[in-house]
Every structure is written in structure tokens, then in C-alpha cells.
């Protein structure tokens, strides 16, 4: 990491102050000076910021006194929080508004850990409890080992006094809360850190980079979801080649993740599986040594295919034969459906070979879901003979989901 950059990222209300406290209480251990800063706060909270901060000069005023470089304008950047219509707000006033609020801090610090060139210093020193909350709680979701989290604590005397910015190196008074003076040379400031459990290896991928779409309740839903697998209803749609992820708990029914899959193959195998599953046949499994085993797993699937890609089969003739007209006679269905057809004859030209699809299949489920919810979905060995669905793999058994058959639909 020798290009990294760091950052300080820190939520404020109308205490601006917290700011430079915590740029002091940097300096005092020793620490890497941060070359950008980033204040996430309200309308009115901005308002205060630039005043304190910019106006009154008091952040250039702790660089020179710690013989810091003095930040370029475009290095200290001010987020106003917006409501849930994308206004800049004063306050969270309704829950639509504190989810756009915890959106936005989320987004925020998403947007700065994607960079693997910035190291980020988040500060929950000031702003209001739910600010606070959801910034630790992103932190915690989207941290990295070198990102921290911290807290200022300033002497009792000096905390939360507007003319308070930062012990200074010689005698300054300033208005105490009580009507006297204080000198600020001797004010204590310590930065605690905070630990925080790193969740980021749990996360999706596509939720690791840039974009939008990603919603804090959501993110959080489908995290409380996979510690709660007899809650999940996993429903499959033929048509778009879709699943849907839903909360059994929940009356609205509304689907917590979709995920489409171009490749009609891999969808065709999860469907089996899926159907196996609720059926408790334990028929779909390995069979290295046994080619007509094999030969009859390639029609199951090439019987769900057929369906989907309305193509022909003729279930009398011969496997093989079957095979190689698919490829030599339906190239295009195939390429539509996102299948190439030579990757689809060395696939099936002896049998199905689902070891492929099995793991293209976990891999599209951990571009979108939190590791544990991708573990109960993928496919596994792990359904006897007799139906019974064992918790762990079992290498003899057939291929199904971490889940019972009432918990699965399909649709159309």
C-alpha cells in the first residue's frame, strides 16, 4: 500500500468542532495526517460546518498550529444528508427519511472503501445517534483491515463548547458554558478507537464496487435472512430464467434479491435440483464410473431445455446422437441462450457433467447475496435415498438445496 491515501470521513450535527478534535487527537498518536476530509451531516449542520470550519478558519488555523499542510478547498467536502425525496433536510424526520439517510452514509462509505488506493478514518465523535449508528454499522459492512473507526473524548470542561476547536499551543481563552473563561492550551483531547467487527468477506461482490441500487434495509434483510434459513422462500420463474429471494415473515411477500442467469443451462440444473429437492428424489447425483447413469441425468436436463428453448427431442434415439444434432442443427437457440455449443457438447457428450454448472451456479449467487444465504442455495450432495435431507455433504448422495420442499416455488 504505498500509493494509499487516507481519509477522514466523520458525521457532525452542529458540533463542527468534533472535526478538528479528531484531526488533533491524529497528530497526537503519531498517525498519518489524512490528505482529503469528508463530513457527512444536515442542511443546517453544513451551514455550521462551513462557518466554524471555513469562515472562522479554524481548520486552518490546527493545521498551522500542528504544522500540517493546509487542506485545498476541494480536499474538505461537506455531504448534506437528503430526505427520502432527495432533498437536502434539516432532519430525518419520517422513516423514509432515515432510510435515505442511512443510504446515503452507507453509499458514502462504499464509495471509499471500493478504492484500494484509500485507507479510512471514520469518526462517530459527532452528529445525531442514528448517524452515528449507521456509519459504524457501513463500517462494519464494508470495512477493511486497514480502515478504522474511532471516537474523541475531550475534558469534561471543554466538551461540546462552541469556541472550543483544539488545545492550542499557547494560552487562549475562550467563554466557558458557565459564564467564565477557559484556557484552551489546557484541554485534553484523546482519540479512542473503536473495534468493529469486518463483515466484508460476508458481503456480495457487486455490492463491494461503485454503483447504485443497494439499499441499507435491504442489505440488512438479507443478512438477518441467512441466519434464519427456515424463513427463506426461494421461488424459480421460467420465463426470465429468474430466482426471487423473499422472508417468509413477512406479509408483503416482497422479494429481498432477484437474480436472473443468462445461462439457460445453469438455470435448467437449478431447476432440477431445485424440483429434486421437493420431491426428495435423490436421484440427481455422481455417477464417475457409470455412463448410462450419466447418460440419464444428460436427458433430464436436455428435457428441461427442450422446454425452455422449445427445441426437439427425441427421447427413443441415441444420446449422443442427440447431443451432436443439438449442436450441429440449433447452434443459435443455444448462443441465445446464452449456451456455447461446444462448451454444451463436452459438457453432455458423455453424460451430464453438472460439476461446471454447480459452480458457475454458486458464483452468480455470490455476486448478490451475503455468503451464508449463497451456501444454503447452491447445490450440494447432501439427499438419501430415503428422502432424509442431511445438514452436511455426503458424497453418495444426490444433489439438492439446503432447503425443505414447502420452502420452494415455481412459477411459470
Keep these: 500500500m504505498d500509493n494509499v491515501q487516507d481519509v477522514l470521513l466523520a458525521v457532525t450535527g452542529m458540533t463542527p468542532q468534533v472535526v478538528t478534535e479528531t484531526l488533533f487527537g491524529i497528530d497526537q498518536r503519531k498517525e498519518p495526517w489524512p490528505y482529503r476530509v469528508i463530513i457527512i451531516t444536515t442542511r443546517r449542520g453544513a451551514q455550521r460546518v462551513r462557518q466554524g470550519l471555513v469562515d472562522e478558519g479554524h481548520l486552518d488555523a490546527l493545521c498551522r498550529s500542528l504544522d500540517k499542510p493546509i487542506f485545498a478547498a476541494e480536499d474538505v467536502e461537506i455531504r448534506s444528508i437528503p430526505d427520502?425525496?432527495?432533498?437536502?433536510?434539516?432532519?430525518?424526520?419520517?422513516?423514509?427519511?432515515?432510510?435515505?439517510?442511512?443510504?446515503?452514509?452507507?453509499?458514502?462509505?462504499?464509495?471509499?472503501?471500493?478504492?484500494?488506493?484509500?485507507?479510512?478514518?471514520?469518526?462517530?465523535?459527532?452528529?445525531?445517534?442514528?448517524?452515528?449508528?449507521?456509519?459504524?454499522?457501513?463500517?462494519?459492512?464494508?470495512?477493511?483491515?486497514?480502515?478504522?473507526?474511532?471516537?474523541?473524548?475531550?475534558?469534561?470542561?471543554f466538551e461540546n463548547n462552541p469556541y472550543f476547536y483544539f488545545p492550542t499551543r499557547v494560552p487562549t481563552m475562550i467563554p466557558a458554558r458557565d459564564g467564565g473563561e477557559l484556557d484552551a492550551s489546557t484541554a485534553e483531547v484523546c482519540l479512542a478507537d473503536i473495534p468493529f467487527i469486518r463483515q466484508r468477506p460476508q458481503l456480495p461482490e457487486v455490492l463491494k464496487r461503485i454503483g447504485d441500487g443497494v439499499h441499507f434495509r435491504q442489505l440488512v434483510a438479507l443478512f438477518n435472512l441467512g441466519t434464519r434459513p427456515r424463513d427463506i422462500r426461494l421461488c424459480l420463474h421460467e420465463a426470465d430464467a429468474r430466482i426471487t429471494l423473499h422472508d417468509a415473515t413477512q406479509a408483503n411477500d416482497e422479494a429481498l434479491s432477484a437474480i436472473s442467469f443468462s445461462n439457460r443451462f445453469d438455470f435448467s440444473w437449478l431447476w432440477l435440483v431445485a424440483d429434486a429437492t421437493c420431491r426428495k428424489d435423490a436421484s440427481l447425483k455422481r455417477h464417475d464410473d457409470d455412463r448410462n447413469a450419466r447418460e440419464a441425468m444428460g436427458w433430464r436436463l436436455m428435457e428441461r431445455l427442450s422446454q425452455s428453448l422449445e427445441l426437439p427431442l427425441n427421447r427413443q434415439g441415441d444420446y449422443s446422437q442427440q447431443v451432436e444434432r443439438w449442436v450441429n442443427e440449433h447452434e443459435q437457440a443455444l448462443e441465445a441462450a446464452n449456451i456455447r455449443p461446444d462448451h454444451f457438447f463436452l459438457t453432455m457428450k458423455d453424460g451430464a457433467d453438472i460439476k461446471t454448472a454447480s459452480s458457475r451456479i454458486k458464483e452468480r449467487l455470490s455476486l448478490y447475496l451475503p455468503q451464508a444465504l449463497v451456501e444454503i442455495l447452491s447445490v450440494v450432495q447432501r439427499l438419501d435415498t430415503d428422502g432424509r435431507l442431511h445438514p452436511r455433504t455426503r458424497h453418495h448422495a444426490g444433489f439438492a438445496l439446503y432447503l425443505e420442499p414447502t420452502q420452494i416455488g415455481f412459477y411459470p
Design 84 to 157: 427520502a425525496q432527495g432533498q437536502q433536510v434539516d432532519d430525518a424526520r419520517t422513516l423514509d427519511d432515515h432510510e435515505a439517510l442511512a443510504d446515503f452514509i452507507m453509499q458514502s462509505v462504499r464509495e471509499l472503501t471500493a478504492d484500494d488506493d484509500v485507507r479510512l478514518h471514520a469518526s462517530l465523535a459527532g452528529g445525531r445517534k442514528t448517524m452515528t449508528f449507521y456509519l459504524g454499522y457501513a463500517m462494519s459492512l464494508f470495512g477493511r483491515a486497514q480502515d478504522r473507526l474511532s471516537h474523541v473524548l475531550v475534558s469534561e470542561a
